[in-house]
C-alpha cells in the first residue's frame, strides 16, 4: 500500500505553507512598519487642528 504522505518537493503539508506564508508576511509587514511609521505620524500630524507647519512637526520644542 502506498502511503498518503507524497515524496518531495510537494509533499509539504498545509501547516508547514501556513507557518512560510506567515513569515513572509510578517517580515513584509515589519519592513512596511519600519519605513512606514515616521512619514504616517507627518501625515497625521499635518492634518490635525490647528494646522502646524512642517518645521513645527519636526522640531523637537
Known sequence: MESLKGKGKG??????LLKEWTNWSLKKAKVATHYGFIPLIIVIGMNSDPKPHLFQLLSPV
Open 11 to 16: 509533499s509539504r503539508g498545509a501547516l508547514e
